[in-house]
Every structure is written in structure tokens, then in C-alpha cells.
Nanobody
Framework: QVQLVESGGGLVQPGGSLRLSCAAS????????MAWYRQAPGKQRELVAI??????NYTDAVKGRFTISRDNAKNTVSLQMNSLKPEDTAVYYC??????????????WGQGTQVTVSS
């Protein structure tokens, strides 16, 4: 049984910064891809940033402002968000592709954390 738990969301003014963290726990054998998604009200969930085997990529809207990082020893992934804009307001979800002990690879999601950018 694998669980992803996110933390770090909140309310911030435009131009401010937030750092999101996500920790994977449980019967984990290996983790390949880790990523952050977001879903704004009335919109589809979209990929924000992804990291896999040293490769990272970002959606154009956050390039230069957001940084994804990963600690393989701790099974954690973080998202440093700088120069936040009101359009970054959304629920942010962590996703990981995990091989749990005794089970083949599967996609796991966190519960989501709200980020609100407003003055």
C-alpha cells in the first residue's frame, strides 16, 4: 500500500513564493517518474512539471519560475514556485509512478493541496 502526502499549499500574494512537498510512503520497491499537476476551477488537470531519470520538463506557463526537485533517498519530490501569478491558483497534485513490493508499476496520486495567489 502506497501513499502520497502533499504539503506546503496556501495563500500568497502575486509575486510571492511557495514550496510544495510530496512524500511517498509504504511498500515501495522503486519510483520512476514523479510529477506535479494542477487543476484550476472549471479546467482540466494539467501537467506542471515532471522529473524522471534526471530529466525534467515544465509546462511553458511556469518555465523560469518553478523548479522541480527530487530526493530519491527520501522518496520525496518538491516544487519551488516563485514569481507566482493569480493564474497559478489551483489545486496542485503530486503523482508518482511506483513499483510497490509484490506489485507491478502503477500510478499513484496525492490528495491535492490548494494554492491561491491573490492580493
Amino acid at each position: 500500500q502506497v501513499q502520497l502526502v502533499e504539503s506546503g499549499g496556501g495563500l500568497v500574494q502575486p509575486g510571492g513564493s511557495l514550496r510544495l512537498s510530496c512524500a511517498a510512503s509504504g511498500s515501495i520497491f522503486s519510483i520512476s517518474t514523479m510529477a506535479w499537476y494542477r487543476q484550476a476551477p472549471g479546467k482540466q488537470r494539467e501537467l506542471v512539471a515532471i522529473t524522471s531519470g534526471g530529466f525534467t520538463n515544465y509546462t511553458d506557463a511556469v518555465k523560469g519560475r518553478f523548479t522541480i526537485s527530487r530526493d530519491n533517498a527520501k522518496n520525496t519530490v518538491s516544487l519551488q514556485m516563485n514569481s507566482l501569478k493569480p493564474e497559478d491558483t489551483a489545486v496542485y497534485y503530486c503523482k508518482a509512478v511506483i513499483r510497490s513490493i509484490g506489485v507491478f508499476w502503477g500510478d499513484y496520486w496525492g490528495q491535492g493541496t490548494q494554492v491561491t495567489v491573490s492580493s
